[in-house]
């Protein structure tokens, strides 16, 4: 193993010009959730040049490809390595030379840097294919961004079979962690995520006459306020669970009340049985108190992605390989989150880890958080990442 190890060091650090290259390409050229086809064509092109040609297309845009060793069966048991695609409807406040080309998207979730790190391991591990324990499965996924999630149309079109997939691990930029250094974390790590859309009609008038109208702006406010109730007094003090409101648009005037409003919020927690509770308060509270006073209700819970749960065996086996490659000083144990990621999807299917990928380095002012205008990464990152992909499949 130790001359596996030398080996994925030597070769990351001589092809880090290449995927720093590959990663600034991505960069200026981002994407939309399910509209990465000029991505798609390039990372088959990428993989065509290392010299991987089982390559297939998966949910329009996916690129599933193999590699396979000449020990390996054609469907032997593999270990999945995944990457996602698409880049976020944020235009791009950042200054350097590979900022992006197309306004209002950017990679501001580091897509751009998964993916471009999946294709400098694909390299070094179709170059020790030989050397592979087992077959291994590259999945660049479409969608990851936006529901129902990419994960779960490749998993309906049969990603994780033919070859079945034994095991399954991703990376994810980590911006308050420093480059080089990897966070990992056994059982629940991330949460489930719904999206809630809610209209109030109300009747609109005179900011003078509230008296003639039924004012929707303010049952809104009413909504929003009482609507934590479901939290902090119908939730087990022990599951994890937000509910928060991002958007309230009411278009009146100084002098006129709306007969509209419309609200837009996310739910989020880390327990099924009590997902599927909360969904039902929801709508019998929020019906109740807009019917209470006088407005009308349409409400729609867009049900997201499930809650992620690394398997603890194999977050345990690459934490520890992480260790002896990087320094046990190089690797933290990760709190729980209340964000969400779709490669939940898989973790309901298979053993997984979901692990994270350091990029700050406040010296370069490379300082922030992912979905921010001016996100970026410390670039040496990109070789911790390579050699952490490669280690998950020794």
Not at 177 to 184: N, P, R, T
Not at 317 to 340: C, D, M, Y
Not at 342 to 356: A, E, G, I, L
Request: proline fraction near 6%.
């Amino acid at each position: 193993m130790t001359e596996i190890y030398a080996q994925i060091k030597s070769r990351a650090e001589a092809i880090f010009p290449k995927v720093k290259a590959l990663r600034e390409h991505l960069h200026q050229y981002p994407e939309l959730s399910y509209q990465e086809f000029e991505t798609s064509k390039f990372v088959q092109e990428k993989l065509r040049e290392i010299g991987i040609s089982d390559i297939q297309i998966m949910a329009e845009t996916g690129v599933i490809a193999m590699i396979r060793g000449k020990q390996h069966s054609g469907n032997q048991p593999c270990i999945a390595l995944r990457a996602d695609l698409d880049a976020l409807p944020i235009n791009e406040e950042n200054t350097a030379s590979y900022i992006s080309r197309n306004p209002g998207v950017m990679h501001a979730c580091g897509h751009d840097v998964h993916t471009s790190i999946l294709l400098g391991a694909a390299e070094i591990l179709y170059a020790l294919r030989d050397e592979l324990p087992h077959p291994v499965k590259l999945v660049f996924q479409p969608g990851e961004e936006k529901n129902p999630g990419g994960a779960s149309l490749l998993i309906a079109e049969g990603v994780l079979q033919n070859p079945p997939v034994k095991e399954m691990y991703a990376l994810h930029v980590f911006p308050e962690l420093e480059a080089g250094k990897l966070g990992f974390r056994e059982g629940l790590y991330m949460a489930s995520c719904d999206e809630i859309y809610m209209t109030i009609h109300g009747k609109g008038g005179h900011g003078a006459t509230p008296h003639l109208c039924i004012d929707p702006i303010m049952i809104g406010a009413t909504l929003i306020t009482q609507l934590q109730q479901i939290v902090s007094r119908k939730c087990d003090p022990k599951i994890p669970c937000v509910l928060s409101f991002g958007h309230f648009e009411g278009i009146g005037a100084t002098n006129v009340i709306p007969s509209k409003v419309h609200i837009k919020g996310t739910f989020r927690t880390m327990n099924e049985e009590w997902r599927e509770q909360a969904w039902e308060e929801i709508k019998k509270q929020a019906t109740a108190i807009v019917e209470s006073q006088g407005g009308k209700l349409d409400l729609e819970i867009s049900k997201g992605y499930p809650y992620l749960e690394n398997d603890p065996a194999t977050t345990q086996k690459i934490r520890s390989k992480a260790e002896a490659f990087l320094g046990g000083g190089n690797v933290i144990e990760l709190p729980i989150r209340l964000t969400s990621e779709d490669f939940s999807f898989y973790s309901q299917q298979v053993p997984v880890s979901f692990f994270r990928l350091g990029v700050r380095n406040e010296a370069k002012n490379i300082v922030h958080g992912v979905h921010h205008p001016r996100f970026d990464i410390d670039a040496e990152a990109l070789k911790t990442g390579i050699q952490a992909m490669c280690l998950a499949v020794f």
